[in-house]
């Protein structure tokens, strides 16, 4: 996940935490059901593998 993918991390995650905020729930639940959705290792969605770099990195080294 480069600068860009943590940019949009952090970004909806704020307004997740603003959204829940209203509904009258923690901000922090929204925060951690973005970071879970969208997080290295959370339901597949990223296409970067980092176990694959790493791997990579060890047959090289």
């Given at each position: 996940?480069?600068?860009?993918?943590l940019?949009?991390?952090?970004?909806?995650?704020?307004?997740?935490?603003?959204?829940?905020?209203r509904?009258g729930?923690p901000?922090l639940?929204g925060m951690?059901?973005v970071?879970?959705?969208?997080?290295?290792?959370?339901?597949?969605l990223?296409?970067v593998?980092?176990?694959?770099?790493?791997?990579?990195?060890k047959?090289a080294?």
């Amino acid at each position: 996940m480069g600068w860009f993918g943590l940019a949009e991390l952090l970004i909806l995650a704020l307004l997740t935490d603003g959204l829940f905020r209203r509904l009258g729930l923690p901000g922090l639940i929204g925060m951690l059901l973005v970071g879970i959705a969208l997080g290295q290792s959370g339901l597949g969605l990223s296409r970067v593998k980092p176990l694959g770099r790493l791997a990579s990195i060890k047959l090289a080294g």
